[in-house]
């Protein structure tokens, strides 16, 4: 086997994870795929189980790499209490995860294994629970509720981001049959940023709302 084997396990365990969602994907196809032996996969990651979940950790990090200075900027404005700056940052937290699930920065296959385990959860879903979309959705949360000044209280607030988010999975999800309904020959900057406009109105309208 070679040396990077493991990885391309995984790379492999992706594209038919995406392809036939956890339980139509075998172990036989991942290895199969990867030009590896059946067993490689019990080694390195102790069976299907276990590679499905190391696949949606690889999803989590990927993610949290992308956002770390994000995260960053949520902290500073949090612990000012700035209701104007989190107004900005609640905007960039939503072009974050509308690129990231929409666009080009994580993979075909890792948005393809998101989704799945999104709308159809298997035993594994806190892994992605847990470790990306809570803590996501309760900055927001905190965010609409500081941008609002306070006039929209903790839990309206996790009310109301609970379908915004959800949104910025469904476009994913169905972005061929959107781009067919608008009539959009492509899938590029232009048509991103339609999408990402439309998800700012609703910030404003939530915030602005309450005023």
């Not at 038919?16 to 019990?42: M, Q, V």
């Not at 298997?122 to 927001?140: H, N, Q, R, V």
């Amino acid at each position: 086997m070679k040396k990077d084997s493991k990885n391309e396990l995984l790379d492999s365990a992706f594209r038919e994870f995406a392809k036939s969602g956890f339980f139509g994907a075998t172990t036989r196809d991942i290895a199969g795929r990867a030009g590896a032996n059946i067993s490689s996969i019990l080694y390195y990651f102790g069976g299907k189980k276990g590679i499905y979940a190391a696949a949606l950790e690889s999803i989590v990090e990927a993610v949290n790499k992308e956002t770390v200075e994000l995260v960053v900027e949520y902290d500073r404005v949090m612990a000012d209490k700035n209701s104007a700056e989190a107004r900005d940052v609640l905007k960039k937290f939503t072009k974050a995860f509308l690129y990231l699930s929409c666009g080009e920065t994580l993979s075909q296959d890792m948005k393809a294994v998101f989704l799945s385990e999104y709308f159809k959860p298997t035993d594994d879903f806190s892994i992605l629970y847990e470790g990306l979309i809570l803590p996501f959705y309760k900055k927001m949360a905190a965010l609409l509720e500081l941008a609002s000044g306070g006039k929209i209280s903790t839990k309206d607030a996790y009310l109301y981001m609970f379908p915004f988010f959800a949104q910025m999975f469904v476009f994913s999800s169905r972005q061929e049959s959107i781009c067919k309904f608008m009539e959009w020959n492509t899938y590029a900057e232009p048509e991103k940023q339609k999408l990402l406009d439309y998800m700012f109105h609703q910030v404003d309208f939530l915030i602005d709302g309450w005023k």
